[in-house]
């Protein structure tokens, strides 16, 4: 367990010193063209502390906790929503080859168009909150389908063969066997679905949102000529998508210990 | 024993379809299966013995010929034939007493009674205080006990053991033939045992069929008179075993010939 430790200290020291190193080149790149287009770090981190100390009002009048909120707002509606159609949808797609057969020719056709190009179409076509969720739902909902659809398939055959000799049949073999076999492999779409829901966030407000976004601070910030707030608006992007993945590891380990998966 | 005829398969043949060449895993195989016997199937390696075994659990179909049980065709699986794998095939995200009773689920029993029969075939199977572990904390010997009795709780009339103790170490092996034999006498069940190992077979059946090399037919059918527990030692074991070795022999110099 020691040894651990100390491997695990050594790890993050690791890991600490390479962002070091990384925003160290920023500050000496930065020094050396000298625009106001990249501000050098120390600048972009005094206005993040700033921003997030005062939560301060923009001159658009939102407090940045409200771009924060509005944002997670946005990830996880269209994450729940991809989530709760991508699930289903998939396990049947697993499950019954026929209706694998009757999806897959739509999805491989939607799946390559990315969610950015739909933006004039969700513009015109849904009302404010629905078509930025709208966005997120394209970018989050082929990764939980495609893992659901994999894990189905990859469940061991004999755990199939053994229900079915104990008299499973039908829908009690899909709800007792096919559904929690499938669990880790949902969960592993629901992580990556998560991340790039997040990704997909700034697009999303580019089809023009009221209520504020981090998207929309950047951009707003960006025509201002704030590029210590743009870049500041980045990291905290950065940041909260990192922790929101966190979670999500978490979750997933769990599901999949619960599943009998290391 | 009684001689009532539970199984009877009759010139069974199988043949699998595998990008356009055909092979044949059974040819004409007739044998019966009698109620409350065990009866251990030996063979060449891949001759076929899983595939006897899953028609007969209805996880594959027949092809040609006729298999009745209790008179009746076999369609598809159910409970009454349940069967244990080598694999274990345990449900890994049920701990040891939700496993065993995943078949009981289905019936309508209430649910007193339902714990009743999980918490007896946990004492059968020497699984107390492992009720609640799950499979991946139990060793493999403990992993097939789940599984037997799993198999044994939604009151079978016919078990199908697909070399359920060829994955386990010697030592937990011996100890795991001596309980199949505890819980067969205690249940009185008909159990139809495929195996490689021609030592299993002379310790637990009390009948062997020899298949031949694929395709498998029926070689021959040795009855074991040795009343159990058996001593593997004895030299009525040991001539019992040195004559179905010199057929099995026989069976791979023919295979080893043709393929």
Redesign the interface.
């Known amino acids: 367990m020691r040894r651990e430790t100390r491997r695990g200290i050594i790890q993050v020291a690791i890991g600490t010193a390479a962002v070091l190193l990384l925003i160290l080149l920023w500050d000496l790149y930065a020094m050396q063209v000298d625009s106001p287009y990249l501000p050098r770090p120390q600048q972009v981190f005094a206005t993040l502390v700033s921003i997030l100390i005062h939560n301060d009002k923009d001159f658009s009048g939102f407090l940045i906790s409200q771009h924060i909120s509005a944002s997670v707002v946005r990830v996880l509606c269209g994450f729940g929503l991809a989530a709760i159609l991508a699930v289903p949808i998939g396990l049947l797609c697993g499950w019954l080859w026929y209706i694998e057969k009757a999806i897959s020719p739509i999805i491989e056709l939607i799946r390559p168009v990315p969610p950015l190009a739909w933006i004039p179409f969700a513009i015109y076509f849904f009302r404010d909150p629905l078509s930025s969720i709208f966005i997120v739902f394209l970018g989050v909902f082929f990764p939980i389908l495609l893992s659901t659809v994999a894990g189905v398939k990859s469940i061991?055959p004999?755990?199939i063969?053994?229900?079915?000799?104990?008299?499973?049949?039908g829908l009690?073999l899909f709800r007792?066997?096919i559904v929690?076999?499938s669990?880790p492999s949902i969960m592993t779409g629901l992580r990556i679905g998560l991340g790039i829901g997040w990704m997909c966030v700034v697009a999303a407000e580019l089809v023009g949102v009221k209520g504020g976004g981090l998207g929309i601070y950047i951009l707003s910030m960006s025509d201002v000529g704030r590029f210590e707030n743009v870049f500041a608006g980045m990291i905290l992007i950065g940041v909260l998508g990192f922790i929101i993945m966190l979670i999500m590891t978490q979750l997933e380990r769990r599901l999949s210990r619960?599943?009998?998966?290391? | 024993m009684g001689r009532n005829v539970l199984v009877s398969i009759q010139n069974l043949t199988k043949v699998f379809e595998k990008d356009d060449t055909e092979i044949t895993a059974l040819q004409r195989l007739t044998i019966d299966v009698f109620e409350g016997e065990l009866l251990c199937i030996v063979g060449p390696t891949g001759c076929g013995k899983t595939t006897l075994l899953r028609i007969l659990a209805g996880l594959e179909k027949p092809g040609s010929g006729t298999i009745r049980f209790e008179g009746q065709e076999i369609r598809g699986p159910a409970a009454e034939r349940s069967m244990v794998f080598q694999e274990f095939a345990l449900f890994p995200w049920r701990n040891v007493e939700k496993n065993i009773s995943f078949g009981l689920e289905n019936k309508s029993l209430t649910k007193e009674k339902k714990n009743e029969i999980v918490n007896g075939f946990v004492s059968l199977a020497n699984l107390k205080g492992f009720e609640h572990s799950h499979p991946r904390d139990l060793s493999s010997g403990m992993k097939q006990r789940v599984a037997i009795v799993r198999a044994l709780a939604t009151d079978p009339k016919l078990l199908l053991m697909d070399e359920p103790f060829g994955s386990l170490d010697a030592q937990t092996r011996n100890i795991m033939q001596k309980e199949l034999l505890k819980i067969w006498a205690e249940t009185g069940k008909t159990i139809v045992f495929v195996t490689h190992s021609v030592d299993e077979a002379v310790l637990l059946a009390c009948r062997i069929a020899i298949l031949t090399s694929r395709p498998a037919s029926l070689k021959r059918v040795l009855e074991v008179e040795i009343p159990h527990p058996r001593d593997i030692m004895s030299s009525e074991s040991i001539q019992i075993r040195t004559g179905i070795l010199k057929e099995l022999e026989a069976e791979v110099q023919k295979s080893l010939m043709t393929h």
């Open positions: 061991d004999l755990l063969d053994a229900a079915r000799t104990l008299g499973t049949k009690d007792k066997v929690p076999a669990v619960w599943a009998g998966m290391y």
